[in-house]
């Protein structure tokens, strides 16, 4: 009989078995009444396949090996792929370029080969573009973050915002005449100086002169959505029941603050913004309402609790209006 040290005698439970069948699941989508989300299977060398429902809610593989749909912007990836209809866009792992696929058409890539890799997908469908963070690696150097364009017709990727060390959730409005993202810089963590910013777009699709509305240094801004229903209305803070529970950050100070903000669809049909930095306090709209914690200039004043709540006016919200404000719910 042979005598190994404790822990170091053969098994016939690998870890390759523990974990074969262990599919991971992640970043789930809803597109026209279809589910879409990715699978990382360990079994096919931990590749992130992209699996959509059809109109039944039959799930099947969208897209096939070797393909495996995963970007590693700021190294932690995220926002891989974006939908619309049968049509597929995604960060392709192996060569970080982003391939179209319609159906089950066969794969192409859209991006030119390079050291360029993308994220945070997503479809302006108004000017036949998807919008995305770009992360360009060049002989060693720190890596250059932009916001992009890349045209659907024909791969090629305009600059629509540059200058931060990060950028990060690119969110045109329903409208088509804003976009608003987020950015930070070193040595900062996106959890505690992400800000929100607000361009208006021109014909062209390019934005003008940002204007930061949330975050930034002592807190942290959550991206931009789309109101549900469009009807003026109140987002409640973390008392409130029918928004779900408020996503709350604390700061450096060690002070919780929550940083909202949400397109808002207008009666007119237009949509504006707005961002609302509070201490304990709700995130409310709209902002000329007397319950929200700024006044209807903009300025700052104290809230019920006693902290300072700051307030901050989108440029682009169009005849001087104040969006609802939301807390994100998780």
């Known amino acids: 009989m042979t005598i190994l040290p404790y822990g170091t005698w053969?098994?016939?439970?690998?870890?390759?078995?523990?974990?074969?069948e262990t599919v991971r699941l992640a970043s789930v989508t809803l597109d026209a009444g279809r589910l879409g989300w990715l699978e990382g299977r360990p079994g096919d060398g931990g590749r992130n396949v992209l699996v959509r429902t059809d109109q039944a809610g039959r799930a099947a593989d969208v897209t096939p090996s070797p393909f495996n749909v995963r970007s590693r912007v700021h190294?932690?990836?995220g926002g891989a792929y974006a939908v619309s209809g049968d049509r597929v866009w995604f960060s392709n792992f192996e060569d970080g370029?982003?391939?179209?696929?319609?159906?089950?058409?066969?794969?192409?890539p859209m991006t030119a080969e390079g050291p360029a890799r993308f994220a945070d997908l997503t479809?302006?469908?108004?000017?036949?573009?998807l919008l995305a963070v770009r992360e360009t690696h060049r002989d060693g150097s720190v890596p250059v973050n932009d916001l992009v364009a890349i045209s659907i017709d024909d791969g090629s990727v305009r600059v629509l915002a540059s200058g931060h060390d990060f950028f990060a959730a690119p969110?045109?409005?329903?409208?088509?005449?804003?976009l608003a993202w987020l950015a930070w810089d070193q040595p900062d963590m996106p959890w505690d100086a992400a800000a929100l910013w607000l361009a208006e777009l021109d014909?062209?699709?390019?934005p003008g002169a940002p204007v930061r509305i949330a975050g930034g240094s002592g807190g942290a801004a959550v991206p931009a959505k789309r109101a549900a229903d469009g009807a003026p209305r109140r987002w409640g803070g973390p008392s409130e029941s029918g928004v779900g529970r408020a996503a709350r950050r604390p700061s450096r100070s060690g002070r919780p603050t929550a940083h909202?903000?949400?397109w808002s669809t207008r009666k007119d049909g237009g949509t504006s913004t707005a961002g609302t930095t509070a201490s304990s306090?709700?995130?409310?709209?709209?902002?000329?309402?007397?319950a929200s914690p700024c006044g209807s200039s903009g300025r700052r004043r104290s809230d019920s609790t006693g902290a300072d709540a700051s307030c901050a006016r989108g440029a682009a919200t169009g005849a001087g209006a104040w969006a609802g404000s939301a807390w994100t719910a998780r």
Request: contains cysteine.
């Open 171 to 178: 969110a045109p409005s329903p409208d088509g005449r804003h």
């Open 260 to 262: 909202c903000g949400a």
């Open 203 to 206: 014909s062209a699709g390019v």
């Open 10 to 20: 053969p098994s016939p439970i690998t870890s390759d078995a523990i974990v074969a």
């Open 123 to 129: 479809v302006d469908s108004r000017r036949r573009r």
């Open 97 to 108: 370029r982003v391939c179209m696929q319609t159906g089950t058409a066969a794969s192409a």
């Open 75 to 77: 190294e932690y990836g």
């Open 281 to 290: 306090a709700a995130c409310i709209g709209p902002l000329r309402s007397s």
